[in-house]
């Protein structure tokens, strides 16, 4: 398995054995991804560096954000929690008893 950037290991300590998992397929060229990635570097920094920063990204019934204003409002939450919260890449809060930390 590659390595990973997350060091909580909550969701891989939870796996279900090797043998139970499906036959993952990337034969596809459209399907090579890097066995590392930063989704937000690729799918909004890379689109507002090309001039799409103000294209519409999310349209719902009450409102349409830009890409720029989606990444404006990601960096912010992920500000919160990491530097006000203390979280770590791969935290698992919501899946873990938060009482055992």
Same mark, same amino acid.
């Given at each position: 398995?590659?390595?990973?950037?997350?060091?909580?290991?909550?969701?891989?300590?939870?796996?279900?054995?090797?043998?139970?998992?499906?036959?993952?397929?990337?034969?596809?060229?459209?399907?090579?991804?890097?066995? *590392?990635? &930063?989704?937000?570097?690729?799918? @909004?920094? $890379?689109?507002?560096?090309?001039?799409? =920063?103000?294209?519409? #990204?999310?349209?719902?019934?009450?409102?349409?954000?830009?890409?720029?204003?989606?990444?404006? *409002?990601? &960096?912010?939450?992920?500000?919160? @929690?990491? $530097?006000?919260?203390?979280?770590?890449? =791969?935290?698992?809060? #919501?899946?873990?008893?938060?009482?055992?930390?």
């Amino acid at each position: 398995m590659t390595p990973s950037a997350h060091l909580d290991s909550f969701a891989r300590d939870n796996l279900p054995a090797r043998e139970q998992w499906p036959d993952f397929l990337f034969g596809l060229p459209e399907l090579k991804y890097p066995d *590392r990635m &930063n989704c937000v570097s690729e799918l @909004l920094d $890379r689109g507002i560096a090309s001039g799409d =920063g103000d294209r519409p #990204c999310l349209i719902t019934a009450g409102e349409t954000v830009s890409y720029a204003q989606l990444a404006e *409002r990601v &960096n912010r939450i992920a500000n919160v @929690l990491t $530097r006000d919260l203390g979280f770590v890449p =791969g935290h698992a809060c #919501c899946c873990a008893d938060r009482t055992a930390r």
